[in-house]
């Protein structure tokens, strides 16, 4: 069993920054990546952002690419999504997912291609 803790969610202005953790747990698993996605209010939950553990496989959505920075931390167990140069359209509650079964169908941009779902932290952009 995987436990996955998001923080760092809130409130912030357009132009501001945000950064989210997910802290992840538990034994006898081996996890082949760690993704973002987020879910605004009336619409389907899509992808964020993607890395292994080593920080070798990392990809991006289009509509984040140069603001938003993933990265893992293998010490910590955690997973960081940087956001910056934040917009009204980046409000949604974003999700941290861990794929424990290997998939070949990189890069893994599919809500089924993860196995484990954190309960999820709002983020708020006001203009």
């Known amino acids: 069993q995987v436990q996955l803790v998001e923080s760092g969610g809130g409130l912030v202005q357009a132009g501001g920054s945000l950064r989210l953790s997910c802290a992840t747990s538990?034994?006898?698993?081996?996890?082949?990546?760690m993704a973002w996605f987020r879910q605004a209010p009336g619409k389907e939950r899509e992808f964020v952002a993607t890395?292994?553990?080593?920080?070798?496989?990392?990809y991006y959505a289009d509509s984040v690419k140069g603001r938003f920075t993933i990265s893992a931390d293998i010490a910590k167990n955690t997973v960081y999504l940087q956001m910056t140069s934040l917009k009204p359209e980046d409000t949604a509650v974003y999700y941290c997912?861990?794929?424990?079964?290997?998939?070949?169908?990189?890069?893994?941009?599919?809500?089924?291609?993860?196995?484990?779902w954190g309960q999820g932290t709002q983020v708020t952009v006001s203009s």
């Open positions: 538990g034994r006898g698993f081996s996890t082949y990546a």
């Open positions: 997912a861990a794929q424990t079964t290997y998939r070949s169908s990189y890069p893994y941009t599919r809500r089924d291609e993860y196995d484990y």
């Open positions: 890395t292994n553990w080593s920080n070798r496989r990392i």
